[in-house]
């Protein structure tokens, strides 16, 4: 509700040059240049990675997500409601819904469990692990 469909032109913040723009299910991550990551669209379950979004609103204006400012983002995988980034380091953190595991965040034993059913902040899964890229589905992901 309220959010535009369509083809709708995006203003992105001045100073900042697109590197990649991709697409979730009501939501957009763009990785500029610089390696900064910008969201917008709905917030509802955390998929934006803004850890004070007002969850009842839908953001129209890329937003910078503060948890990259220090890290360098190479790849952005978006679900239906849900985010993973991968950083230069080889980091993946992931966000959003987490209704079916998505995010990683399962009871030891149960994969049917989870134990938080969103996350507004992004969290690094298997920290000392290093990855390559990671690739988001409707409601799962693969690393």
Request: charged residues 15%; proline residues 6%.
């Amino acid at each position: 509700p309220g959010a535009p469909h369509g083809i709708v032109k995006v203003e992105v913040p001045s100073g900042v040059v697109p590197k990649l723009v991709v697409c979730g299910g009501h939501h957009n991550i763009l990785l500029a240049e610089n390696g900064a990551l910008y969201s917008w669209g709905r917030a509802g379950l955390g998929q934006l990675g803004l850890q004070n979004a007002d969850i009842t609103k839908d953001y129209t204006k890329p937003m910078l997500i503060p948890k990259f400012t220090d890290e360098k983002v190479v790849a952005v995988s978006l679900g239906f409601t849900h985010s993973a980034v991968t950083t230069a380091e080889g980091k993946v953190y992931m966000f959003g819904d987490n209704s079916n595991g998505q995010l990683g965040m399962i009871t030891a034993g149960d994969s049917k469990t989870a134990d938080a059913k969103f996350s507004h902040h992004p969290h690094a899964i298997m920290p000392s692990s290093r990855f390559r890229g990671v690739a988001c589905g409707r409601y799962h992901t693969m690393l």
